[in-house]
């Protein structure tokens, strides 16, 4: 079992529709960190977290340290915002980066 | 501007032949990795780096090399590249590990025939 698993893998939306991706992790951390990759390769940290809940601009993140879970949600998504979004916790003690799978998001106009 | 370059970004190169991934950071970030990331494994790291002279290996660190001779410099090095490793790879860089920010390079696609 993957240490990391992120839900959906893929994700197809309409342009303004309110997107959730999620993360469980079943490592003990310290962070959690979300990612986002263009289609051109590049990769941008998003947030990184280690309890409660940031934003940025329509961008929101939360973490549940107690549920292992953590979530990543997009209001008025754009056709911008698509990417492959990724989570990746930092373990506790070693405090290296796990990375998930991924979710593929694709925004449609 | 705060940034984490690679060059070069695009490489295909043939089986044995030598080559280096250059990384570089204007952060003055202690910490710093290589990661490389393949359809349906996702990244995975390969060296890192906790300070000059300070280096170590990640995940899947078999046939590759790093050095850290300068603070912002972090050379990825195949010594007899294979096409096992045909690959996307990035550096990051942070100012400590995993609870800073990580700042990624723009990748270099490794295509090794």
């Known amino acids: 079992k993957n240490e990391v698993e992120q839900s959906p893998q893929n994700l197809t939306a309409q342009e303004g529709e309110f997107i959730t991706i999620n993360c469980s992790y079943s490592?003990?951390?310290?962070?959690l960190h979300w990612l986002q990759q263009h289609p051109g390769g590049g990769i941008v940290s998003l947030f990184m977290?280690?309890?409660g809940k940031k934003k940025h601009g329509r961008l929101i993140a939360t973490i549940n340290i107690q549920e292992k879970h953590s979530s990543l949600h997009i209001t008025a998504s754009h056709p911008r915002d698509s990417a492959v979004y990724i989570c990746?916790?930092?373990?506790?003690?070693?405090?290296?980066?796990?990375f998930g799978q991924g979710t593929r998001l694709t925004i449609n106009p | 501007e705060a940034q984490v370059t690679q060059n070069p970004r695009y490489l295909i190169t043939v089986t044995g032949k030598k080559l280096t991934v250059t990384c570089s950071q204007n952060?003055?970030?202690?910490?710093m990795s290589w990661y490389r990331q393949d359809p349906g494994l996702g990244l995975r790291q390969i060296y890192y780096?906790?300070?000059?002279?300070?280096?170590d290996k990640g995940d899947v660190p078999e046939g590759y090399k790093v050095s850290r001779k300068e603070k912002r410099n972090f050379p990825l090095i195949l010594e007899s590249p294979s096409p096992n490793q045909t690959s996307l790879y990035f550096c990051?860089?942070?100012?400590?590990?995993?609870?800073?920010?990580?700042?990624f390079g723009p990748g270099t696609r490794l295509t090794v025939l």
């Open positions: 990051a860089s942070s100012a400590g590990q995993g609870r800073d920010t990580q700042y």
């Open positions: 490592v003990g951390i310290s962070a």
């Open positions: 977290l280690s309890s």
């Open positions: 990746a916790p930092t373990r506790w003690g070693a405090q290296k980066l796990v």
């Open positions: 952060m003055n970030h202690e910490y």
């Open positions: 780096s906790m300070n000059v002279e300070v280096t």
